[in-house]
């Protein structure tokens, strides 16, 4: 196989811009992408875009509006993981021959409020059992049920993130928040008060994959996705088997396996990561599924400062979803952004020393996980 590398990358900051349209948001990241990787019409031979609530066609708009059409334009959508589902085809189209250089790019204008998915049936969002904070309260409540994992402990994440997406000018919460601030949020579903939630938001992100390295190129390791097994009703495969099974492995855990192996590393040869926190919950439930600390050990990783600037392994130096917010299409792909610049020492104030080797992870809509593996 080919080896592919990750030649060109661009970011719209995250945010709401009501007085642009989706279309242009991908513009802007697109344009970016392509000039960092120093091409033009004709540099790709394929193009894939995730997204989630764009519409039909909405990678289709982008390329036409750029003058950038004729190449074959795949849309996906596999929720939060869109645009790490994204990636893992451009890889793959790289990777076999197919295409000498691709791009991959995401781009979302989130509705306001609580998400909503034709995914889920009326019962299930009626049972707290969709991609909603009651599902996510219920989830948090069983993991502070079954391990050492606090309330405090649950701050403490959000503290983190917005603390290190200070330093990140495409986040769109930029301040600090102290332990006490969180705590003193307004509770949106026990145990989860509002500061522990990350906000749907708008925003669009794109990279460039290719066969031919520079010597800025970041090679992909591993781009590996997955999708549920029927399990726990409160697992991460929720809620589509409702077993009461605990052992069946997550998405999650099937695509860090899977990008572990491909990768010929293991969690303890990362340097840094980036991964899902679409409340503080998750974040604890991510770093245990990628074997980042041993399971249901979480709330002591928290508490011994794990995932801090300055800490063997920091996680969501961009501040992560609790800072940047979500649009879902974006997301994934923003997570391998941040570690392109990461890699190449190009993060600015958020720098993480000496970076060689990093990880990407995304969780969609509990039926999807995607982990990506970048390295120097």
């Known amino acids: 196989m080919t080896p592919v590398y990750v030649t060109g990358v661009g970011l719209h900051p995250f945010g709401r811009f009501p007085d642009r349209s989706l279309t242009a948001l991908g513009m802007e990241a697109v344009r970016a992408a392509l000039a960092d990787a120093g091409i033009g019409r004709g540099g790709f031979q394929a193009a894939f875009c995730g997204t989630v609530y764009g519409g039909v066609a909405a990678g289709h708009k982008v390329l036409t509006a750029l003058g950038l059409s004729g190449v074959p334009i795949v849309n996906v959508e596999a929720g939060c993981a869109s645009g790490g589902a994204a990636l893992a085809l451009g890889a793959t189209s790289v990777a076999s021959g197919r295409a000498d250089a691709v791009l991959v790019f995401g781009l979302e204008k989130m509705p306001r409020g609580i998400i909503r998915s034709s995914f889920f049936d009326p019962w299930r969002e009626e049972a707290g059992l969709a991609a909603t904070p009651a599902y996510f309260a219920l989830r948090a409540q069983r993991l502070m049920l079954e391990s050492d994992v606090t309330l405090e402990d649950l701050a403490r994440v959000s503290v983190k993130n917005h603390r290190q997406g200070v330093a990140n000018p495409y986040a769109m919460y930029r301040r600090a928040v102290s332990l006490d601030e969180v705590l003193g949020s307004a509770v949106v579903c026990e145990p989860l008060r509002l500061l522990m939630l990350c906000a749907p938001n708008e925003g669009a992100a794109a990279v460039v994959l290719s066969a031919r390295p520079s010597s800025r ?149 509990g039926a999807n996980a995607c982990v990506v593996i970048l390295a120097r």
């Open 217 to 365: 190129a970041v090679r992909v390791a591993a781009a590996a996705l997955r999708s549920h097994l029927s399990g726990s009703v409160l697992g991460e495969h929720t809620p589509l088997g409702g077993l009461t099974d605990v052992d069946v492995p997550t998405p999650t855990e099937l695509a860090a396996r899977a990008a572990y192996d491909e990768a010929g590393i293991g969690p303890g040869d990362l340097d840094l990561v980036e991964l899902q926190d679409t409340d503080s919950g998750r974040e604890i439930l991510s770093v245990e599924e990628l074997g980042l600390c041993p399971r249901r050990a979480g709330g002591r990783w928290v508490r011994d400062g794990g995932g801090e600037m300055g800490s063997r392994l920091p996680v969501n130096a961009s501040g992560g979803l609790l800072a940047k917010g979500e649009p879902l299409g974006a997301s994934a792909l923003a997570q391998v952004v941040e570690l392109t610049w990461q890699l190449r020492d190009e993060a600015g104030p958020r720098q993480v020393p000496r970076a060689r080797a990093a990880l990407a992870h995304t969780v969609g809509r």
